[in-house]
Structures are given as C-alpha cells and as structure tokens.
C-alpha cells in the first residue's frame, strides 16, 4: 500500500513527464463557455480562493463574499474587498466575458455604480485595453478568473468508445507497477478534490463547505450547481436555527418549487397538506428570498433524471441530513477507521414522513417507503467529500479510502475501462479509489488527446512506472 500524498507527488511528476514529453506547448487557453450562474456558484462558493491578483497586478484579497443579489442590478452585493490594502465596499459583478459590462449596458446603468470589483472569465482579444467603468465614468478594479482553474468545467464530450493504444503496455506491467499507478493516480485525484474544498472552507466555513458540497453531490452532475447556489443562499448557520418545515420553506422557495402554479389541483392530498405546512412560513420569508429577477432563479436540470433522483426529493434527502447535523458533523470531525461505517448507519437511519414516499411533488405516494440517500450516493459522497475533507488532517485514513466498495459506473466510466482494459466491466475494479484513478487518467490523457491514441504519449512513457 502507498502512503497518503507519496503517491499523488509520483503520479504528478509522471504527468508532467509524461506531457513534457509530447512537446505540447501551454496555449492561449479557448474561451471557456459554461453558464454564468456556474461560474458565480463557484465564485461565492469560494472555488477559487481569496485572494489574487488584478489585471494591472493590484493585490486582491475578498474579506466578504457578501450576499446573492435576487434582483436587478450587480450580482453580489455587501461586498467587501481589499484593493492595494484599502477596503472597498460595495457590489461585485461577475460576467463570463470582460466586454458583457458594456455590452450589457452596466456602464450606463446606474444600479451598477457601487460595483467594486469587475469579475470575468474570457478576455476578448481585440488588440486593445478595456477599462470597466461605471455610468459616472469612475473606473472599475478587473479581475480575471484564469481559465486553467476551469478546466474541468468545460464541456468536453466523451472520448470515442474503442480499445486504446495503451492496452498493451498496461497489460504488461508487473502487479505491483499497476497497483501503485492506480493508487497513485487515485491519490492525485482526491488530493485535487482536497484542496477544492479546503479553499472553500477558507472562503466560508467547514460546516458551510461540507453542507454545501453534499447538496452538490445531492444534485448529481446535472444539478450540481442547482444545488450548490441552492445551499449558498441559504447559509447552514441560518438553517440550523429554524425549525424543519421553515428550512424545508426556505430550500423548497429558493428551489422555485413554492410558486402558486406548482400546487395545482394534481397535487394528491398528502402533498398539499405538506406544502401547506411549508406555507406558513414561506409567505412570511417570500419577498426576501424570491427571485424577482428571472435571470436570478436557479435552473433545474430534469429531462433524463430518474425519479428517485428528482431534485425535489434529493432536497428532502439534505433535510432530513440537516435534521441529524450533530450526528453528521460529528463523523467529518472527529473521523475514524470506521468512518464509512458510521455513515452509512447514519444515512440508513435517516427519515422524512413525506419524501420517503414521494419521487416528486406530483407524484403518487409510494406504498413501501424508500430510502432517502442510496448507497452509490453514500459512497460518492464518502469518497468525494468526506474522504477528501479528512484526509487533509487524517492521512491514516486513507487506507480505509482504499477499502471503499466500487460504485455502479457510468458511460464514462465504461467508457474508461473499455479504453485502458479493453472491457467496459472489468472484473478486478471492484473499489472506489480503482475507479477514480481510471477517471484521473482517462481525464489527464484519452479527453486531451485528439488523433485516436495515436500520439498520446501515455503508452511509451508507461515503461518509466515500473
Ligand atoms: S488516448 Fe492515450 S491513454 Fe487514452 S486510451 Fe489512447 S493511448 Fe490510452
């Protein structure tokens, strides 16, 4: 067995060799195109850090994320930020491209004269500068999110279906130079997952990183963010202190899932009776937490989504976790060798009267009740949160992280192990961290490469791990 961080240095370097050795240049990142609310989600939820450089290299540290703006106007606002070492307070807008300022009309609008601090991701290269500023012509601090920390974000496709040129190579290393690559390269994984969320409980706090990055993983891919801005408009600290049904308010309103058009007369009598119970509290908070502004509400992903994993009811599998906080928080603070164990007793015990019975607000009532969190939801948020989380403090425990039973893959992950062992279900991955090291290097080498294996450098260089 490896040790913890040993084996991500390893395969680091072995990456690098690996890409130095192809000669590929570090270009010009492409614009990168994801949903603006995305990049805003990330942003607040403190993806990127807190402090950085501008455009004209002043020192930016941000002291207060401040709050989501629900309408018109500048994204964030009580906003403060220290430019040079002087504090600033005011809004933040964040825009997928520096020129949407103008473009979107910003500069001559006058909601956006408190902006503070210019965010933005792609730098339309016309040749020339482009100064931010406001309709009173004072101008604007620019700061750019660098691309390489996106990465990840961007949409790229599956890569073909086909065995690849690596095989071969892979098939002839000895046991021992597999396992240590597989570790190493599942290591390397989970510390980059680490470090993601060590920045966000900097940002905001470990109790806000971890609520927030389990309604991520709540979420699944497609309402990842959903769940996430969901999560960062609704602080836990707040949430703590209200009773059930007013946090159930809180998350079905911000959701959009308390508008008078949802409750039609389809609704069985079960379910208007639980909305009813969320109205008591939900017109009291609507006209601070509603979006009044149709660009400020959260889009939800639902073409293609089972009805287990309907985000309605993975909402009420966050509220019945919240309802156990104590107990949850006290496994991610004090953690064990037993760790897995005692999450997955605690996400068995959990209950809720209403979503252990429905799929969706519309549905039928289920005659058998369900479980609120499956066990491939279990484990992905073990080897995707609570492990990364941990391991940071408790490297001991990354032998239990080995010990993590698989989870059912998906295409890309067939796709993975059809590619580097020729089936899509291969009989020896049967633990988490074997699945995650073929996701790190179908990810590090078979989504970059673009001539059909053939000028990837992985398969010659694999003689080096041995
Ligand atoms: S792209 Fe490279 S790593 Fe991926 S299957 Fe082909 S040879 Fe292997």
Avoid at 106 to 133: E, Q
Avoid at 208 to 229: C, D, H, P, T, V
Avoid at 231 to 238: E, G, H, L, T
Avoid at 345 to 361: A, G, I, N, R
Wanted: glycine share 6%.
């Amino acid at each position: 067995m490896t040790t913890y961080r040993t084996a991500a240095n390893r395969y680091a370097s072995f990456r690098d060799e690996v890409f130095a050795s192809s000669g590929s240049q570090v270009a010009e990142p492409s614009p990168i195109d994801i949903p603006e609310m995305e990049l805003q989600a990330m942003w607040f939820g403190g993806e990127f850090g807190r402090h950085f450089s501008g455009t004209r290299g002043e020192t930016i540290e941000i002291v207060q994320f401040g709050h989501w703006n629900h309408s018109a106007g500048p994204d964030f606002t009580e906003v403060a930020v220290r430019i040079d070492g002087q504090l600033h307070s005011g809004s933040l807008e964040i825009d997928l491209s520096l020129h949407s300022w103008e473009s979107h009309g910003h500069g001559a609008n006058t909601h956006f004269d408190d902006v503070v601090l210019h965010v933005f991701l792609n730098h339309d290269h016309d040749g020339g500068d482009f100064y931010t500023r406001t309709s009173q012509h004072q101008e604007i601090t620019q700061l750019r999110i660098d691309p390489a920390w996106l990465h990840h974000a961007k949409a790229r496709d599956l890569a073909e279906a086909f065995p690849g040129r690596c095989l071969t190579p892979l098939q002839q290393l000895s046991d021992t130079a597999a396992e240590t690559l597989i570790e190493s390269a599942a290591q390397y994984r989970l510390e980059r997952k680490s470090r993601r969320l060590s920045a966000m409980a900097d940002a905001t706090s470990a109790d806000q990183m971890m609520y927030q990055a389990i309604a991520e993983a709540l979420g699944y891919r497609k309402n990842k963010y959903a769940m996430s801005i969901m999560a960062q408009r609704n602080p836990i600290k707040s949430m703590l202190l209200l009773p059930s049904t007013a946090r159930e308010a809180h998350w079905y309103g911000t959701a959009g899932w308390m508008q008078t058009e949802v409750h039609d007369a389809s609704l069985s009598e079960e379910t208007s009776t639980y909305l009813k119970d969320l109205w008591q509290h939900w017109w009291k908070i609507r006209p601070e937490i509603e979006a009044k502004d149709e660009r400020r509400a959260i889009k939800w992903h639902l073409a293609g989504t089972r009805p287990v994993n309907h985000p309605q009811r993975r909402l009420g599998a966050l509220a019945a976790l919240v309802d156990s906080w104590n107990a949850a928080s006290a496994i991610w603070k004090n953690p064990t060798a037993d760790i897995t164990k005692h999450w997955t007793v605690l996400l068995e015990s959990l209950q809720h009267d209403h979503w252990q019975h429905h799929y969706t607000l519309h549905s039928k009532r289920a005659a058998k009740a369900m479980r609120l969190i499956g066990q491939d939801r279990q484990r992905d948020i073990l080897g995707n949160v609570l492990f990364p989380y941990c391991l940071a403090d408790h490297p001991e425990l990354w032998a239990a992280f080995l010990s993590l039973p698989a989870v059912d893959g998906n295409e890309k992950l067939r796709r993975a192990q059809l590619r580097l062992f020729g089936t899509k279900k291969h009989p020896t991955i049967k633990r988490y961290y074997q699945q995650q090291a073929l996701l790190q290097i179908y990810d590090d080498f078979c989504l970059e490469d673009t001539s059909e294996c053939a000028e990837c450098p992985f398969p010659e260089q694999l003689c080096q791990w041995q």
